[in-house]
T-cell receptor, first 116, second 112 residues
Framework: EPEVTQTPSHQVTQMGQEVILRCVPI?????FYWYRQILGQKVEFLVSFYNNEISEKSEIFDDQFSVERPDGSNFTLKIRSTKLEDSAMYFC??????????????FGSGTRLTVV | KQEVTQIPAALSVPEGENLVLNCSFTDSAIYNLQWFRQDPGKGLTSLLL?????REQTSGRLNASLDKSSGRSTLYIAASQPGDSATYLC???????????FGTGTRLKVLA
């Protein structure tokens, strides 16, 4: 069964450092997303991406965040200057259509980001 | 603004019981609703997807129903097993947007 792959599984970084979280979506999917889950809280939407552009973003997704599809397979989330409150599990997801079609969105296993 | 609530927040049952997890949402204008399983510290595994035009979906021991007009979905787990222990999340995709809104989850523990 096709999977969304995320690397690394766990990253520890110092406050103020830049981090890049990487994702390989399902190969024939065209829509890509980042969500995050702060420990003990709900999973929340960050950004959606289609055709090399941001389709939608949440209030959380400020100028510190950026996304990119640098090649035909990877989808990345960059946080320019990390804060303690950026510590969370970050999930990448992809879908074949914006509403998910017959299968919904497929989520990756997440990257746990710890900012110290 | 769409809000998703899951009740109960936690549930502990003996092995073999049939159980029902509840999800409610405030706006019935949705594309679909998806149920996920999340093991501690792990990712989101999709269990069932119900389109807005559907009433229920089944996969093995799992059955999910959707009553869009009343803003409710239930996940029914038959003959629960210790391996079912996890957090179950409900998420709705509101019409006119393509961002899932998640509930806080039900943490299920099935005792052997």
């Amino acid at each position: 069964e096709p999977e969304v792959t995320q690397t690394p599984s766990h990253q520890v970084t110092q406050m103020g450092q830049e981090v890049i979280l990487r994702c390989v979506p399902i190969s024939n999917h065209l829509y890509f997303y980042w969500y995050r889950q702060i420990l003990g809280q709900k999973v929340e939407f960050l950004v959606s991406f289609y055709n090399n552009e941001i389709s939608e973003k949440s209030e959380i997704f400020d100028d510190q965040f950026s996304v990119e599809r640098p090649d035909g397979s990877n989808f990345t989330l960059k946080i320019r200057s990390t804060k303690l409150e950026d510590s969370a599990m970050y999930f990448c997801a992809s879908s074949g259509t914006p509403s998910g079609g017959d299968y919904g969105y497929t989520f990756g296993s997440g990257t746990r980001l710890t900012v110290v | 603004k769409q809000e998703v609530t899951q009740i109960p927040a936690a549930l502990s049952v003996p092995e073999g019981e049939n159980l029902v997890l509840n999800c409610s949402f405030t706006d019935s204008a949705i594309y679909n609703l998806q149920w996920f399983r999340q093991d501690p510290g792990k990712g989101l595994t999709s269990l069932l997807l119900i389109q807005s035009s559907q009433r229920e979906q089944t996969s093995g021991r799992l059955n999910a129903s959707l009553d869009k007009s009343s803003g409710r979905s239930t996940l029914y787990i038959a003959a629960s097993q210790p391996g079912d222990s996890a957090t179950y999340l409900c998420a709705v995709l509101p019409s006119g947007t393509y961002k899932y809104i998640f509930g806080t989850g039900t943490r299920l523990k099935v005792l052997a």
